[in-house]
């Protein structure tokens, strides 16, 4: 072979080994740059993801604290409710208590006295007659019912049992406000 043909083959091959290397170089360039684009735009949107994460996070954490807010400030309406209807019990019972007291004080100094109405069938038969009859009325002379006087320890009873049962009823109409006002 002449020298001619080896100085073009050995060009030819030195062409070909540096435009390989340039293409490896040059292709190995553009991988790596797309490999460092793939990689920041991946970075990014966990970055974006990270954000919006946070933003919901702080969104519910603030619609947990209104809620929060909202169902204090319904549990302070229903205390508020509560005590009111706590004073309203304890104002009626109070007075339940002193008129009970009145009508035991009068009773005691015979400032009053307790009768109860005779059945006229019964106190002709049984031949009573010691009973007190009730003023006629101021249109008519006929006279009233026939009453009978209670002994006072018997109306003292009596009132005590009453005042037991105004106490009842009392407490009774305040347990269904409350559970009327709790079950809103």
Excluded: F
């Excluded at 205390?79 to 002193?98: I, P, V």
């Amino acid at each position: 072979m002449p020298m001619n043909w080896r100085i073009a083959l050995l060009a030819v091959a030195v062409g070909l080994y540096t435009g390989g290397r340039g293409a490896w170089v040059w292709q190995a360039s553009e991988y790596g740059k797309r490999l460092s684009d793939q990689a920041a735009d991946y970075v990014q949107q966990l970055a974006d993801k990270d954000r919006a994460y946070g933003r919901e996070r702080e969104e519910a954490s603030a619609a947990a604290l209104e809620h929060l807010a909202e169902q204090k400030s319904q549990r302070k309406d229903l205390e508020d409710r509560l005590q009111e209807q706590g004073k309203t019990h304890w104002k009626e019972m109070n007075d339940a208590q002193q008129i009970q007291a009145r009508l035991r004080d009068r009773l005691a100094t015979a400032d009053m006295r307790l009768s109860i109405l005779v059945d006229a069938g019964t106190s002709a038969a049984s031949g009573c007659d010691g009973g007190m009859r009730e003023a006629a009325c101021t249109g008519g002379v006929v006279h009233g019912a026939v009453r009978a006087r209670l002994d006072p320890a018997h109306a003292q009873r009596i009132i005590g049992i009453t005042d037991d049962g105004d106490r009842g009823l009392i407490a009774l109409k305040a347990c269904q406000a409350y559970v009327r006002t709790v079950s809103k």
